[in-house]
């Protein structure tokens, strides 16, 4: 009985996420589609882009060549490498750029990624900051399309959308659902002025933010999702230019996307109990009352369905076990009676949430992809995600309880 | 080049709105589900309307064929129904609940055609003497009758194997006045699961075999179906 009330407020808070999203789409759909301007005249601003690399050496000629592709003025555009004292050869692979006057190539001795953006923060002059992680590459117009943003005072970052990098496998395929969705929610999030993350992948700040709030901080290794927090603490915009399009190699195996996932989820638990004061206070608006708690509460509820499936499942095996010592191979009854169809209170109000989801997410595809085509992934990513998922939501929690570190790799 | 600005305000109206959409896509659910519910009770009902004919029915054939023939009384369609509303009882009581009262109701009304299915299939086996088996099996759905669940499975294939048993489960904890007194009458004792098979009564579970060495006409059963087999292969032959 306790656990059916649980799930139905769990069915609940979800359909009503997933309405509150809808009802912000349709509300801004004009904007989100009108909304494409591009930086025009002659008065650019100096941008500082920022790539830390710690063993880089197969995708860092592609990440600056990307960067060095950009639509922008040579003269304004600086590209500062920062070797975080690499053991494989990427410091020798960055020699090709040595003569490039628009690449600078520093090394340091190893601190983490969040030591190197500092390095590259401490050496900044330009009047835009930018990061792109040495896996990552931009769209030649991703920058001009990012900086009329900042001609309103308020905003101090603009975020890209992110796409994965050519998906080959299906896991990769899943991940390019995925990132379509959190286009989607990013855009949302603006709306709402709840954005939480300023994605290492091309965020471009003011510079002068680092001054007003200071450098990035370790952070549990999720430095990207710190600052964001760091400047809705202060009151500061982030705006989400969804046409600034970057690309990002995503793991290819479930080990790895593991690990990547858990890093996330520990850093977003980490850092939320380290803003906890931000939560339920009226200054910090949506974030506070609403997406913040969603968020934690999301991954905390889908650990709870995921392990009351596995359990009722388990069950099942171990009867199905029983069922063969005793009575051999039997086979169920198949019933096409409409009668044995589940029509209970939670599969009807699954199959709404359901339809809300696949609504959403084929909004998300379109606004990534600007059409919308149904390809094989958007099944792998609604039956394999699920199941994957709370793995490293399990995970990431266990590590937050029993105060394990996560290291990067 | 206007960039519209970020939200300032909290929008609450939208909070509230999305809350009023949400509470109104699960008062829809709620109407579905209960719907169905009660789309499904009714067509038990039906099934068990139909039953109870078809038993009068036989009932009547029985009396009128007394003396003469033992043609088309009690047919297999009649334990084929009774199985198929046994099973679409025991699926709506786990979904719909227990509980429900429509659902008591039901399940008293099926308990009262299987034994009056059993008594006037009893009463034409005599009869006719065509060597049908009956099985009275007490089962209980409480989480203290490890075994009832293995009970049930190897009672479903002892019935594919033997269409000629005749199986009728009873809830032990299910308090009608006629499973009352079947129990009184059989002396059947709290320690479920539990088989009257042929005047006798055993608790705990019973694999195939054994229920097999309780029932002696499955050997006379295995012997017709083996003599079945051999002359289809000798005819195909």
Known sequence: ?409 | MEIENVREKTDWMKYFYSFLITALIFATAIYISNYFSEKKLNQLKTMEDKISLDILSSETQFSLLAESSCKNIGDNTLSREVSQLGDKLSYAEEKIGADDPDFQNLKTYYSLLEIKDYLLMKKISEKCKDKTAFILYFYSNKSSCTECQNEGYVLTKLHEMYPQIRIYSFDYDFNTPTIETLKSIYGIENKLPALYINGKVTYGLKTIEEIKKIIPETKVWDKEALATSTKKVEATN
């Open chain 1, 1 to 409: 009985m306790i656990s059916s009330i649980i799930i139905y407020i769990l069915l609940f808070g979800s359909l009503y996420f997933e309405v509150f999203l809808m009802i912000t789409y349709f509300e801004k759909r004009k904007h989100i589609k009108t909304e494409y301007l591009k930086m025009e005249g002659t008065n650019w601003p100096s941008v500082d882009i920022i790539v830390p690399c710690y063993n880089e050496s197969t995708t860092i000629i592609a990440t600056i060549n990307s960067l060095l592709n950009l639509e922008y003025p040579k003269d304004k555009l600086r590209i500062m490498v920062i070797d975080d004292g690499s053991v494989d050869d990427s410091l020798k692979t960055l020699e090709i750029f040595k003569e490039n006057a628009q690449v600078q190539i520093h090394h340091k001795e190893n601190g983490g990624k969040y030591t190197a953006l500092n390095f590259g923060i401490k050496n900044s002059t330009a009047d835009l900051f930018g990061c792109l992680d040495a896996d990552s590459f931009v769209d030649k117009d991703a920058l001009k399309i990012m900086l009329p943003y900042f001609e309103n005072p308020k905003i101090m970052a603009v975020v890209p959308s992110i796409k994965v990098y050519e998906p080959k496998n299906i896991l990769q395929k899943i991940q390019k659902v995925e990132y379509s969705w959190g286009i989607f929610v990013r855009k949302i999030l603006t709306y709402l002025n709840a954005l939480h993350v300023t994605p290492g992948p091309f965020t471009i700040f003011r510079r002068k933010i680092f001054e007003n709030i200071g450098n990035y901080r370790h952070a549990h290794h999720t430095e990207d999702l710190e600052m964001a927090l760091r400047m809705q603490k202060n009151n500061y915009k982030i705006a989400n230019s969804h046409r600034s399009f970057v690309y990002t190699v995503t793991p290819k195996n479930i080990k790895t996307l593991y690990k990547q996932r858990r890093r996330w989820t520990y850093g977003f638990l980490k850092n939320t109990i380290d803003y906890k004061h931000m939560f339920f206070k009226k200054e910090y608006g949506n974030l506070s009352f609403f997406i913040l708690p969603f968020a934690v509460v999301s991954i905390f509820s889908t650990i709870y369905l995921a392990t009351n499936f596995v359990l009722s499942n388990i069950n099942t095996v171990f009867e199905q076990i029983a069922k063969f010592k005793l009575i051999g191979f039997s086979f169920h009854k198949f019933h096409i009676d409409w009668f044995y169809f589940n029509t209970g209170l939670v599969s009807v109000i699954g199959v709404f949430s359901v339809v809300a989801s696949i609504t959403l997410i084929l909004i998300s595809i379109k606004l990534a992809e600007g059409k919308l085509k149904i390809k094989p992934e958007l099944f792998y990513f609604l039956f394999i995600y699920p199941v994957i998922a709370p793995l490293w939501l399990f995970g990431a929690v266990f590590n937050t309880i029993f105060s394990k570190t996560i290291t990067w790799r």
